[in-house]
Each structure stands twice: as structure tokens, then as C-alpha cells.
Antibody
Framework: EVQLVESGGGLVKPGGSLRLSCAASGFTFSSYSMNWVRQAPGKGLEWVSS????????YYADSVKGRFTISRDNAKNSLYLQMNSLRAEDTAVYYC????????????WGQGTLVTVSS | SYVLTQPPSVSVAPGQTARITCGGNNIGSKSVHWYQQKPGQAPVLVVYDDSDRPSGIPERFSGSNSGNTATLTISRVEAGDEADYYCQVWDSSSDHPGVFGGGTKLTVL
């Protein structure tokens, strides 16, 4: 059974940093692209970032480029999102999602971790 | 950047057919994917590559894509289909390729 479990969310002050993790199991992690998608309270889904299976290709939304860094450790079956210079508008539930055929769509999702940016 | 436009809400009676549209410039040239999200839950992929269904998704869910509009069709709507639905594309020509529509709230009357 495919499982994606996010962790690392919490309350952080504007300008602060946070590192999210996603632990994957039930599939060959190193064979799949992985993605982060977020959802602000009461709002729609927003794609954040994608990374290819070997980390050769990385993409970011314009809203986070230069502040967020996606990475992965295939030996640990883990995906990460380093978030720096956080802003109030980054407040959201952050989902980790698997990309079964490149990053083009997302077939399995974690339950999400809430990041709140507030003073 | 590429923009996907969805109606904020669609209402349908049980047993009827719901159609949720997703508009985009020449969207017919792209692959469109659809997600269902119920309150407090993570999204679930219901249609990928315009019209394919993941295993476990009922045949009542179908998709089409042509011209400037993609459509998710839900036949014989049930109360359990009430949810938010999002379309999504991967715009390979963009530096920021992941794009979601704004979402459509499906209400079952």
C-alpha cells in the first residue's frame, strides 16, 4: 500500500524557516517524481514544486522560487521542502504527492501538514 | 503563465449527470487531470490524461478534452460525490509548469 506521511509543519514567525519531510513507503520511491502541493485555509490547490526521480529536474512555482528548496533522499525514501523567508501567504496545508509518469499528475497524496506563518 | 478557469459551483439532483468544465487556451492540446477533494481530506485523482480512470474510481466518472474546454462528467450522481473538484495540467512550455484550476464545488441537491 502506497503511503506518504508528511511532517515538520507548525507555527513560525514571518521571515522564519521550516523544513518539511515526507516519508514514503509501499512503492519504489527512487522510480517516481515527487511533488509538493499546498492549500491555504478555505482556498484551492496550488502546485508548489516538483522533483524528478533522480533529482535531475526541479521546478518551482513563481510564488516560492528563490525561497523554497525541494530535495529528496532516495536511500531514505524521503522528500523534503526547505522553506525560508516565510510569509503570511505561505500559511497552508502542504501535501506531498507522487507523480507516476513524470511530474505531470499526482496519483497518491499524503494527509498534509499545516504550516502557519504568524507573529 | 497558463490559466485554468472553473465555475465556482455546480448543483445537480441525485441520479442526474453533473458536468464540470475547465477552460484554458487551447487546452485540448494538453493532458488534463481531475481531482476530488472532500472536506478535511486529501485530494484524490479521479481522471488522468483527459479520460483515463485510476483503479478504484467508478465508471460514472469520465472526462473529455477538446478545443478550449475540458469536462469532467459524473453520471448518476450520488450524495457521496459532493465535493470540490479541481482540474490540473502540466504546462511543459513554462518555467512554472504545474497549474490547477480554481476548483468547483459540486452540490448534490
Amino acid at each position: 500500500e502506497v503511503q506518504l506521511v508528511e511532517s515538520g509543519g507548525g507555527l513560525v514567525k514571518p521571515g522564519g524557516s521550516l523544513r518539511l519531510s515526507c516519508a514514503a513507503s509501499g512503492f519504489t520511491f527512487s522510480s517516481y517524481s515527487m511533488n509538493w502541493v499546498r492549500q491555504a485555509p478555505g482556498k484551492g490547490l496550488e502546485w508548489v514544486s516538483s522533483i524528478s526521480s533522480s533529482s535531475s529536474y526541479i521546478y518551482y512555482a513563481d510564488s516560492v522560487k528563490g525561497r523554497f528548496t525541494i530535495s529528496r533522499d532516495n536511500a531514505k525514501n524521503s522528500l523534503y521542502l526547505q522553506m525560508n523567508s516565510l510569509r503570511a501567504e505561505d500559511t497552508a496545508v502542504y501535501y506531498c504527492a507522487r507523480g507516476p509518469a513524470g511530474p505531470y499528475y499526482f496519483d497518491y497524496w499524503g494527509q498534509g501538514t499545516l504550516v502557519t506563518v504568524s507573529s | 503563465s497558463y490559466v485554468l478557469t472553473q465555475p465556482p459551483s455546480v448543483s445537480v439532483a441525485p441520479g442526474q449527470t453533473a458536468r464540470i468544465t475547465c477552460g484554458g487556451n487551447n487546452i485540448g492540446s494538453k493532458s488534463v487531470h481531475w481531482y476530488q477533494q472532500k472536506p478535511g481530506q486529501a485530494p484524490v485523482l479521479v481522471v488522468y490524461d483527459d479520460s483515463d480512470r485510476p483503479s478504484g474510481i467508478p465508471e460514472r466518472f469520465s472526462g473529455s478534452n477538446s478545443g478550449n474546454t475540458a469536462t469532467l462528467t459524473i453520471s448518476r450522481v450520488e450524495a457521496g460525490d459532493e465535493a470540490d473538484y479541481y482540474c490540473q495540467v502540466w504546462d511543459s512550455s513554462s518555467d512554472h509548469p504545474g497549474v490547477f484550476g480554481g476548483g468547483t464545488k459540486l452540490t448534490v441537491l
